[in-house]
C-alpha cells in the first residue's frame, strides 16, 4: 500500500517521465528483476482516465524508455555483460536463475528471440544484455527489438485501461467506499480460511 500510495504521488508530481525512467531502468539497470514496470504503467492508465493527463503521453513515454532501456542493456552486454553476470550476492545469484531461462529462450529461437523474449516478464529484463554479449549484430536486435517493444507496450497499455476502466465501473456502482468494502472482505475471507486450516490440521 505504501509503495503504490508513493507511486502515485511521483505519477502526479511527475507524470509520463516516471513511466519513461522505470521503462528504462528495468532493461537497462536490470531493476526489473526486483521491481518490474507493469504496475507503473497500469497506475499511470488509471491516472491518465482520470484526467490528469493524457494517454497519449504514456504510450510515447512506454515505448520511448523501453527502447531506450533496451539499447542501453544491448551495449551493456557488449561491453561488459559476462563480467556483469558474473561473481557473488544475492543479486547476481537471482540474475543467474533468469539468465538460464533466457539463455534457452535464445538458443532455441535465435533473434526471434528477441521480439518474444521482450514481452515475458524477467526474461526482457536480461535479454539485452545476454543479446549484447552475443554475436548478434545491434542492427539486427534493433529490428527485432522494436516489435517486441511495440507489442509488449500495446499489451500492457491495453492492461492498464482496461484496470482503470474497470476501477472506475466498479466505484459508480458500489461508491467512493468500495476498495474498502473489498479490504475487509477479502481480510474476512482469510480469516474464515486460516481458521478452517487451522482446525483441519488439529483434526489431522
Known sequence: MEISS????????????????MTFAETAFIVGLVLPA??????????????????GSVVVATV????L????????GR???RRL?????????????????TNG?????????VTVGRVISFVRTL???????????????LVYDLLGVALWATVSILLGVGVAVGWQMVGDVFGVWWPATLAVTALALWGLLARRFRHRRKTD
Open 6 to 21: 508513493q507511486l502515485t504521488e511521483y505519477l502526479l508530481a511527475l507524470g509520463p517521465w516516471v513511466v519513461f525512467f
Open 64 to 67: 520511448a524508455g523501453g527502447a
Open 85 to 101: 553476470l558474473e561473481g557473488t550476492g544475492r543479486f547476481r545469484e537471482m540474475v543467474r536463475r533468469h539468465q538460464v531461462r
Open 79 to 81: 561491453t561488459g555483460g
Open 127 to 141: 535479454m539485452p544484455v545476454i543479446v549484447g554479449s552475443s554475436e548478434l549484430s545491434y542492427r539486427r536486435f
Open 69 to 76: 532501456g533496451d539499447t542501453c542493456g544491448f551495449w551493456l
Open 105 to 113: 529462450l535464445i538458443e532455441r529461437y535465435s533473434v526471434f528471440a
Open 38 to 55: 507493469e504496475p507503473t504503467i497500469i497506475a499511470a492508465c488509471l491516472l491518465s482516465v482520470e484526467g490528469h493527463f493524457g494517454l
